[in-house]
């Protein structure tokens, strides 16, 4: 099974990306990082303490999502998405199987620490590059019609977002995967979906 990594600050495009190349790929699945964050009492009390709570490691289930991520490469299955609710603070689990899967992606915010964590380490890698204010945009529209902000706290969350994100973030350790790829505004995603691909 084909595993692809999609990272990139909040609002890069990473969700867009990773419809795009599964609407040009057949029996693909994407796992997505803002559906595996910690639910009740954790994720209710500490954000009101700490800044940018769902921006960090700390809010983030990996257990629950390498559960999900082991059971679908061995199995090349799915049985059912999870989808968090930003204002209940909850995980819906919806039925819906999925089998004869090819390849699987990883997208989101933490993508790229968990794709540190696991044994297989033929994987690709594709980083969005965008402006800060491109994301700026996208994300206070994203978080005032979904998850039930105000313009003014939308604007300050994501700004913290993007320091922690690039704080993290450092490229350097994944130099040595030859399967790395920048994707800024000029690439041609086509050109790297067929080497990917083919």
């Not at 795009?20 to 009492?41: A, E, F, H, P």
Request: charged fraction near 30%; aromatic fraction near 14%; hydrophobic fraction near 30%.
């Amino acid at each position: 099974m084909k595993l692809i990594f999609i990272s990139g600050p909040s609002g890069s495009g990473k969700t867009t990306l990773s419809n795009q190349i599964i609407k040009k790929n057949k029996n693909g699945i994407l796992l997505s990082t803002d559906n595996y964050y910690k639910t009740g009492l954790i994720s209710k009390l500490l954000p009101k303490f700490m800044e940018g709570f769902f921006d960090r490691s700390i809010s983030f289930n990996k257990e629950l999502l390498k559960k999900d991520f082991d059971y679908i490469y061995k199995n090349g299955t799915s049985i059912f998405d999870r989808y968090y609710n930003f204002e209940k603070k909850t995980i819906q689990n919806i039925s819906n199987e999925t089998n004869n899967i090819s390849f699987l992606i990883v997208e989101g915010i933490f993508a790229k620490e968990f794709s540190n964590t696991i044994n297989n380490k033929d994987y690709i890698f594709l980083e969005i590059k965008t402006k800060k204010n491109e994301c700026m945009k996208r994300v206070v529209q994203r978080d005032i019609k979904e998850r039930g902000k105000d313009k003014k706290q939308a604007k300050n969350d994501f700004l913290k977002s993007w320091d922690i994100y690039y704080e993290k973030f450092n490229p350097n350790s994944i130099k040595n995967n030859t399967n790395k790829f920048i994707i800024e505004k000029k690439t041609d995603i086509d050109h790297i979906l067929k080497k990917l691909f083919n």
